[in-house]
């Protein structure tokens, strides 16, 4: 190299050795929790002052309280611990003299503390604390929040929601105080009335939550309300929260069970890209014919059956449900497994007649629906059978046992 500068710069390269192996440019990223009181001054409110210092504080404390009971039930004594500071915010937030979103968050808190209370068991003697979780959970289930937007609250697939909002919060305290403590005039109408609500997060408060009328004796008014929610409603959310209650009584009473799916059928199930309201409806007629071998079941399910492409999503959730009292190694009566190979036969069937229209000039639509249908039944029995790759550690019945079990 005769460029004297060049082989200088190629001596110190050599010194330094081999470049570490890393990019010549790096960014880190990192996340941390902010202040609370940071983002109220930033919407220019006064953390610190007489209004809003005592708020905050009993805020923060039953904010505290209700998140350590989302998953275990609280004890008689912890919600006794709290009723002083319940009692104390719910004073202040009649006041108010604090800021409005200051307040905004106390509601919603004080109403999930409220719904603490309500779903914990054995406190009818502590009177006092009951009657102010009820006055608080009565008063939320007409307050302001949350405002309907349109762009927001029109879908609603999957049931979530922001925490804690008042009215979402007083649909659940207002539930749980109905199943456990009270069923009298006041309490009920303020919880049915939330079915009508715009919001939809409410709507499937009540959804989720009509049992505890069913509890309590209040038959009449759970079909009612049921029915008259299934007839209007237009999110796959709040349907999905009103079939899962609807499995949640199909049993006492099947034939009204069947009414409202009925009416699903004919209502039509939301527009979605999900399937769990599919599978929840299909799934009643389907435990209530296997099961309990009622026929009219049977007789709804072949409703979904003739009308294929409409219902083909229905029939491939329910697939599932016979395929699982066909698994060799589970206890059912002989009874219960002819009903289970009866029905994913007929549906083979069903299926087979579908692609062969297909030769003969029918739609190709058709036939694709039933190509998914019978794929999904192949799979579920494959599953069912306890062929050895797919549980090498149970002990798989031979040939002619898997097919007495199945198909016989």
Known sequence: MTNAQLAKKKMGWETKGKRENRPFHRRTFGAFTPNP??????????????????VLDLTRRLANFETSFLNDAASPEDCENIHKDLTSLHALVERGAADAQVLENAR?????????????????????????????????????????????????????????????????????????????KEIVDSFVQLATDQVPAVRFQVAHFLPSLYKQGQKDLFWSTLNEMLGKEKTHGVTLGLLESLGRVCGEEPDKALDAVELVLDHGLPSTSRSEASRALIEIPLVLHIVRDIERARKVLLQFESSFVRFSRELLDGVFLPSHYLVPRKEFSDSVRGRARGFLSNLIDVTRSRISGIKQGGSNEEGIEALKVLDAIATRLVFAFGLEQHRPRYKVPCYRGRRITCFS
């Open 108 to 184: 919603g808190t004080l109403i999930a503390a409220a719904k603490v209370i309500g779903k914990t068991q054995l406190l009818e003697d502590h009177f006092s604390l009951l009657k102010e979780a009820r006055i608080i959970a009565t008063e939320g289930s007409t307050d302001q929040s949350p405002e309907f937007d349109p762009k927001y609250h029109s879908s609603f697939d999957s049931p979530g929601w922001g925490a804690p909002v008042a009215r979402i919060e007083a649909g659940q305290a207002l539930g749980y105080l109905i199943w456990n403590y009270f069923s009298d």
């Open 37 to 54: 009181d940071d983002l109220l001054r930033e919407e220019g409110i006064d953390p610190g002052s007489a209004a809003n210092a005592p």
